[in-house]
């Protein structure tokens, strides 16, 4: 019982250290070569294939006992004059030989053969394997290609099942589905480099993102239909598209003539004029869709919630960081990646990954050294940009929407489907002091910063969404008709 526990840890450590652990190695070299993603292991699957390859690899090599009749001596001597066995060793009537055939696994495992000569009897020890395939070969039974094609559909299921539980734990598919978009997506037509780029600010995509302004021109998704177009002062209305998906769409982002925007599980870019409305991707939904500079960052809802980036023709999209995601704010420097054990802090690149805050934090925004966010209750701190900040409380209630300015912070309290007196929007500055109401309402939707003016969707006296502007600057608020 001892020397068969010994025989099989001794098969076991070898064929982990010098067949299982090396084949990883080298499938983990070639996929991040054709598929551009690192694999990551789910270890206990990993753990759990090892001890079922090392159960076969024992099944097959251990130590094994087999007698020949001393009648075969002459046949076992034609034998060693072939290529299929190597002698080692020849000390009296001990004979020791090596198969040079079953590569790579004899090279991995202890492959000797002894083969003693007694009286009436020779007796064949090794591996069980090549102590049936020496008795085989002495009695000269013949190799027949059936054998030949076995041999070779056990090689091809060796690595089919090295692969597997790599391929399997990192979503193969997917990744395949990735390379396959990269590679249609050479074919789109090109914006880059681009000229004039307006990104949505991260509060705005906290928001949903249904506006985005520039220099020249608004767009804002009005009523529950149409994405429109306006000039800077509100005056002129325009319909750029028809949406099906009001409550699936959003992210809009300008560049040069070029309005990108979310629908469901697209991302899709359409000239300002409302032609050549294109789809540049359309494998997931793309959540807290933002961009820096030329480059979308994203959380894919298909990739287990991992953060990607793709550029402004829909190429190169890419893997950047593995955390399942729950809300991104993205920013030139960093990624704030908020997660159900807190928040993470991540280099555009993907290089760096720290912790950035211990707790959860809702609608996480940056502005002039101050980090906003949202507690699980909903109520909203502010902590400064240094190691020893200590958390300030801004609102100490329950909001819905909030958005910062270079006034303040605008905000709405007591969202719900009952009526209350201190319902509405409202302003504060950036320390929370003395909060004023600005507009009464019951339901409001989706602060948009454009600009001097923030948008935002209310809820009139008979229980409808309207479209209303409030200007920064005069205090005033009213209704944009379309």
């Known amino acids: 019982m001892y020397k ?24 983990q070299v070639i996929y991040q070569a054709v598929i551009g993603f690192p694999m990551q292991f789910n270890w206990v ?10 159960s076969w690899v024992y099944t097959r090599y251990k130590y094994g006992i087999q007698f020949e009749d001393i009648k075969v001596k002459a046949e076992l001597e034609q034998i060693l004059a072939t290529e299929r066995w190597e002698e080692i060793d020849r000390v009296g009537n001990v004979l020791t030989l090596r198969p040079t055939f079953d590569f790579p696994l004899n090279l991995a ?7 003693e000569f007694q009286d009436q009897k020779i007796k064949l ?52 589905t990735v390379l396959r ?88 870019r359409i000239r300002t004029d409302g032609t050549n409305d294109q789809v540049l991707y359309d494998l997931s939904h793309t959540g807290d869709l933002q961009l820096v500079g030329d480059t979308f960052y994203f959380i894919n809802s298909t990739d287990d919630f991992n953060i990607y980036s793709l550029n402004l023709d829909g190429q190169n999209l890419t893997r950047v960081a593995t955390v399942r995601a ?17 928040v993470d802090r991540i280099s555009p690149d993907g290089s760096e990954h720290d912790l950035f805050m211990d707790e959860p934090a809702t609608d996480l925004v940056r502005h002039e050294g101050y980090y906003y966010f949202k507690d699980d209750e909903n109520r909203l701190y502010r902590q400064a940009d240094h190691p020893s900040a200590q958390t300030e409380t801004v609102v100490n209630a329950p909001i819905s929407y909030y958005t910062v300015t270079e006034e303040g912070i605008v905000y709405t309290l007591g969202q719900g489907t009952f009526s209350h007196p201190t319902s509405g929007l409202y302003v504060t500055d950036h320390e929370g002091t003395d909060p004023e109401q600005v507009y009464p309402s019951d339901r409001i939707e989706s602060l948009t910063k454009v600009g001097d003016s923030i948008l935002f969707r209310a809820s009139d006296n008979e229980g409808s969404m309207d479209m209303m502007h409030y200007d920064l600057e005069s205090g005033e608020i009213d209704s944009l008709t379309y």
């Open 45 to 54: 699957t990993q753990l759990t294939y090892l001890a079922v390859f090392q």
């Open 125 to 176: 020890t090794g591996p069980v394997k090549y102590v049936t395939a020496l008795g085989r070969s002495i009695h000269n039974t013949p190799r027949d290609k059936m054998i030949t094609l076995r041999s070779a559909g056990r090689a091809i299921a060796f690595i089919f099942f090295i692969m597997l539980p790599n391929i399997g734990a990192r979503g193969f598919m997917w990744d395949i």
């Open 181 to 268: 978009h990269n590679l249609n997506a050479r074919g789109n037509e090109t914006v880059l480099p681009a000229e004039t780029i307006s990104a949505n600010s991260a509060e705005n995509i906290n928001n949903g993102g249904l506006g985005i302004g520039s220099e020249d021109i608004i767009i804002y998704l009005h009523g529950n239909r149409n994405i429109v177009r306006t000039d800077t002062s509100l005056n002129t209305h325009q319909t750029v598209s028809e949406i099906n998906h009001y409550y699936e769409t959003g992210h809009f982002h300008l560049v040069d003539d070029w309005l990108y925007y979310t629908e469901h599980e697209s991302l899709n």
């Open 4 to 27: 068969r526990h010994l025989n099989f840890l001794s098969i076991a450590a070898r064929v982990t250290l010098f067949i299982y652990l090396p084949s990883v190695l080298i499938l």
């Open 326 to 342: 729950s809300e991104l704010s993205a920013y030139e420097d960093e990624l704030l990646v908020s997660h159900l054990e807190g």
């Open 109 to 115: 495992i202890n492959d000797r053969v002894t083969i």
